[in-house]
């Protein structure tokens, strides 16, 4: 997916203050420990792309890549013996397993492709939502209208999950080779893995992603039939949007603005139509990949550190279903909002109401919390939004909140915090604020 | 097409469509077939009085210009079907043909026209309307639309399937006739949509001589092609198992290039052995598509031991020169497509027999025995009414009406009031509809609490299919309304779901058919009541489902955490589903057969 100079600038710097952090001096030396990449959704791995040259490491994940991770931690779906290229639609479809899922995950991400592809070239205007004035009777002149900026919501919403959800190839491929490199060790996770970071003192608990055998609510969506629908809808998404695949080409075909009159009804209904069905394809495909997140509890002395991902509520049901993790869960000291505080990735009858150290009041056993978040980049309605804001005013009430739409701009965009092993007691600490100036750090777009 | 003296039919006209898909060949060549449409004069497109084909498609945002009509009565008989598939303007007539012939078969099954739930006379069609293995009928969109996809080998054009069409057609004709079959009730009514499209779907395909004979060779021979079949079969051969077995060969085939996508209509629902397991205990069944699967299974085992019945009633008759019994080819294959026909019909039929909320399956078996009795009293060509009722039992279908009448419904009372009503406005006016059913609320038990409305008034003349035998009927559909608070559920004998805030409002829907023979006395009253334990089972299916938790985040405010249906769409879009209702993102309902298998169940497409 092509993103902006200044998103990859940004990366880049993001990755030169790690390497920093790692111990590089003068540009040599440094060494990372671990590298998590929770699930494969383009907002989690991007910064993992690299250049494709190899001699010229300009990119943050060439940078990553040179200070060698001696763990490269990922979820079971993508492990690279699952090797989704080398089936058919139909062999998939027969093989089915876990195979036939990462193939599954595969068609879902040239689906995606296929679908921003139509999107872009459409545009706002060739592709209406559904609109308000759509009640009126067969033969009305109305076409479904609204507002324009709600129209362009729409096809942006469609654009904004599908690239997230298209595959990047050199972030997957990064992170593979991270993991095969010399002296690295690439981990595939599921829940009830045991996780060996040599981390001495810590302890990583993975209580997802289940996987097909683990949990039934994953095999919902992976029936062999809707293996080989994705990889087939991958293949039609791709194949008919490029000019060479048009369907009778040549034959007495005029574009849709120049559509007879008695034929425009329709062409605005079915544009509505339409749009509607992308934006529908893309929402099941983005929570089908969220649901391949790695959920994962850091245990340092009394500390439970809590890194779900962008995990939904089928992902989190095995987990919750397990006493034994209910009780891990229940000692949460800091928690990493899942899914940048959307609705449904933090279950509130199975987690929430189960935090023991949430609390009204401040104290030096209060829970933290912090988010990933940007307002207004998704959801239009109140169920949809992102942070959700009833969330986001329980996190405030209840836990020591931080998040990352309030850093000023002086600021750079992370938080530090001291665990104390022995007590299990979490603090921030002081901002390093001498390490940028103001204005030095640009916002990704 | 001309009879023998080259007279043109007034009336009807007979056009080339693909007979099933272009995956169903005999040898290499695709099969194709004639279907009976009206005769009418068509403006480009093709473009007539029940349908417009609008050649957009909104994925490449590109509008194809039709052909002008020609003179040709059939305009692409003869031409070779691999240059049929490959001519857009023929996909466009294969659509407006199959489309027409369906409503065509429904309005003869009914003896009267049949109105487009959206008001309007005219359903929209786009036979390529987007790049995607899809394809539906909206009501809001008042169309039809197909869309075409990557297949296996080739470009899959869902507008050359005879059953994609039929069953989307029947989507839309249902949804006409009984409008409220698409809200929440029972899981047989949410199945009931699929089901029935699939019959519709499946008994057209069959209604082609070029099909049946595919079903006669596939499970005759038990090979995969034989160039040049016996002209002649002994009926020995022609056993249930065998015609059975050509029914599933032909679902393997049908959509061939993309097996294990397509076809599965058939096929799945051909392997569904007999038992009532499915129906009543196993939980898969429970989910809309599959528990549909049921009622075509139960009525493709009707239709093969009808036709078993027919052949050996045939076979007696004659005698080869080797002694055994055997009957001409052409012969066997003629009463297949014939049967497939007259079972259609009865089916189609039965609409107007069937309770217009919440339909059982139960329900629908006595519909179409009762419908089957009044229309084809002579049953003894087919026995088709003792098969159907064995077929659906053997699934663990019992008819709701009593078995002692045959499983019919019982007549209505004698003793109702015709004194305020006039005969020729009870034949079409709702008024005078609801006038009678005023006065006789009483006898005929309706909710005297109810919001009532008579939806519908329709004289209608049925023909008996073999013998020309006409019936007049006049049949009217009304619906009871009530709105009630979980406290006053007990006037009308319901229970309320243990946990259910007393104050938690509850809509109960009621209504019947009403069967009016030519005197303006009514036959049959078929519905359901507002009240009544049937009500309590559904109000607490609804209730654990989650179906009422928007109404209380409308009102208190759910947490930001739960699971809790977001907020109902625009213009009430409503899942035909239930025990999922997502809502917004519930079930794609409106998704043909065979591709709506494949859909993950979380896309939301328009509804039917």
């Known amino acids: 997916m092509p993103r902006s100079s200044a998103f990859l600038d940004y990366m880049k710097k993001v990755a030169d203050d790690i390497a920093t952090r790692c111990g590089r001096k003068n540009g040599k030396g440094g060494q990372l420990h671990a590298v998590i990449a929770t699930h494969r959704h383009a907002d989690h791995i991007n910064g993992f792309a690299t250049k494709g040259k190899r001699e010229a490491p300009d990119a943050s994940g060439d940078v990553i890549r040179s200070l060698e991770p001696r763990f490269v931690v990922q979820p079971w779906t993508e492990d690279p013996d699952l090797d989704p290229k080398a089936l058919a639609p139909a062999e998939a479809a027969k093989i089915g397993g876990a195979r036939g899922f990462a193939a599954l995950l595969a068609g879902m991400q040239s689906a995606a492709a296929g679908i921003v592809e139509e999107a872009v070239r459409l545009g706002a205007k060739r592709l209406t939502p559904p609109g308000a004035g759509e009640e009126s009777a067969s033969g009305s002149a109305q076409s479904p209208g609204m507002g324009k900026a709600r129209q362009v919501a729409f096809v942006g919403q469609i654009r904004f999950l599908g690239e997230d959800n298209i595959a990047n190839r050199s972030a997957v491929e990064n992170l593979i080779a991270m993991g095969k490199a010399k002296g690295a060790k690439a981990l595939y996770l599921h829940a009830d893995t045991t996780a060996n970071l040599g981390l001495p003192g810590v302890r990583t608990h993975v209580l997802g992603p289940p996987t097909l055998k683990q949990s039934e609510a994953i095999r919902k969506m992976r029936s062999a039939d809707n293996v080989e629908f994705w990889m087939l809808l991958g293949a039609t998404g791709t194949k008919f949007t490029a000019a060479a695949g048009v369907p009778f080409p040549g034959r007495d075909c005029v574009d849709g603005a120049r559509v007879p009159d008695h034929a425009r009804w329709l062409r605005d209904h079915v544009r509505s139509a339409r749009a509607e069905t992308l934006l529908g394809i893309v929402r099941t495909l983005d929570k089908q990949m969220n649901n391949t997140s790695l959920i994962l509890v850091f245990e340092v002395g009394g500390a439970r550190l809590l890194f779900p991902g962008d995990a939904q509520i089928e992902n989190w049901q095995y987990a919750l279903a397990n006493p034994e993790y209910r009780r891990l869960l229940a000692d949460t000291t800091l928690y990493k909002v899942g899914h940048h505080g959307s609705r449904n990735a933090t279950p509130k009858a199975g987690l929430w109401d189960h935090f023991a150290k949430r609390s009204a009041k401040d104290g030096a056993d209060r829970m933290w919390s912090v988010v990933s978040t940007m307002a207004g980049k998704h959801g239009t309605t109140e169920a949809t939004r992102v942070p959700r804001k009833t969330l986001v005013e329980a996190l405030e009430h209840d836990t020591n909140f931080r998040t990352t739409q309030n850093f000023e701009r002086a600021e750079p965009d992370w938080r530090d915090f001291d665990i104390d092993p022995t007590t299990g007691r979490v603090t921030e600490v002081e901002k390093p604020k001498h390490r940028r100036t103001a204005g030095s750090v640009m916002k990704p777009r | ?608």
């Open chain 2, 1 to 608: 097409m001309a009879d023998s003296l080259g007279v043109l039919s007034p009336r009807t006209r007979w056009v080339t469509v693909i007979a099933q898909d272009p995956s169903v060949r005999r040898g290499k060549r695709i099969v194709t077939g004639e279907v009976a449409i009206p005769r009418e004069d068509l403006r480009e497109g093709p473009w007539g009085h029940r349908v417009q084909v609008v050649d957009y498609d909104a994925s490449l945002d590109r509008y194809r210009k039709p052909k002008p009509i020609t003179d040709r009565d059939d305009p692409f008989k003869d031409t070779d079907p691999d240059r049929l598939i490959a001519d857009p303007e023929f996909h466009a007539w294969n659509c407006y043909a199959i489309v027409m012939s369906t409503l065509a078969r429904f309005e003869f099954a009914l003896g009267r026209r049949v109105a487009w739930s959206f008001g309007g006379h005219q359903i929209k069609v786009a036979p390529h309307a987007f790049a995607d293995a899809n394809a539906f009928y909206s009501r809001q969109d008042e169309s039809i639309l197909f869309g075409y996809f990557q297949g296996r080998k080739e470009t899959v054009f869902t507008c050359l399937s005879h059953d994609v069409i039929s069953h989307e057609t029947t989507h839309a004709l249902l949804d006409g006739l009984r409008k409220r079959y698409m809200d929440p009730s029972s899981p047989d009514q949410a199945a009931f949509h699929e089901g029935f499209a699939d019959v519709v779907a499946l008994l057209s395909v069959f209604a082609m001589p070029g099909v049946v004979e595919r079903i006669v060779d596939l499970g005759e021979t038990g090979k995969k092609e034989t160039t040049d079949p016996p002209r002649r079969i002994a009926v020995s051969r022609l056993t249930e198992n065998r015609l059975f077995r050509g029914v599933l060969r032909l679902g393997e085939q049908m959509g061939e290039e993309i097996q294990g996508v397509r076809g599965a209509a058939l096929r799945s629902s051909g392997e569904i052995k007999p038992s009532p397991q499915w129906y009543h205990e196993d939980p898969k069944f429970e989910e809309s598509h599959r528990r549909g699967e049921i009622l075509v299974a139960a009525i493709l085992h009707a239709f093969v031991g009808a036709w078993r019945h027919r052949l050996v009633g045939m076979g007696a008759e004659t005698e080869s020169l080797d002694g055994g019994k055997t009957l001409d080819r052409e012969r066997v294959v003629e009463e297949g497509a014939a049967l497939a026909g007259t079972l259609l019909t009865t089916a189609i039929r039965a609409l107007d027999y069937a309770p217009t909320v919440d339909l059982k399956f139960g329900d629908y078996l006595s519909a179409v025995l009762t419908g089957d009795r009044e229309v084809r009293p002579d049953d003894k060509k087919y026995d088709l009414r003792r098969r159907l009722h064995e077929a659906f039992a053997s699934y663990g279908i019992r008819p709701s009406a009593s078995t002692a009448d045959g499983g019919a419904w019982p007549h209505a009372p004698q003793s109702l009031r015709y004194g305020g009503v006039h005969l020729a406005s009870l034949q079409r006016d709702p008024d005078e509809v609801f006038r009678f059913l005023w006065d006789n609320r009483k006898d005929l038990g309706l909710d005297e609490g109810a919001y009532t409305e008579v939806l519908s008034v329709r004289p209608c003349t049925r023909v008996d299919p073999d013998d020309g035998f006409t019936l007049h009927e006049t049949v009217a559909q009304y619906v009871q309304i009530r709105r009630l608070r979980a406290d006053e559920l007990r006037h009308v004998d319901v229970r309320p779901p243990d946990g259910m805030p007393t104050d938690t409002e509850v809509t109960l829907y009621g209504g019947a058919a009403l069967v009016f023979d030519e005197f303006g006395h009514l036959k049959y009253h078929v519905g359901k009541s507002v009240g009544g334990d049937h009500q309590s089972e559904q109000l607490l299916r609804r209730w654990t489902s989650g179906d009422f938790e928007r109404t209380a985040a409308g009102s208190g405010g759910l947490p930001h955490y739960t699971c809790a249906a977001p907020p109902a769409r625009p213009r009430g879009r409503r899942s035909g589903s239930h025990g999922d209702e997502d809502s917004a993102e519930a079930q794609p309902a409106g998704i043909s057969g065979w591709l709506r298998r494949l859909l993950p169940s979380r896309i939301p497409l328009r509804r039917r």
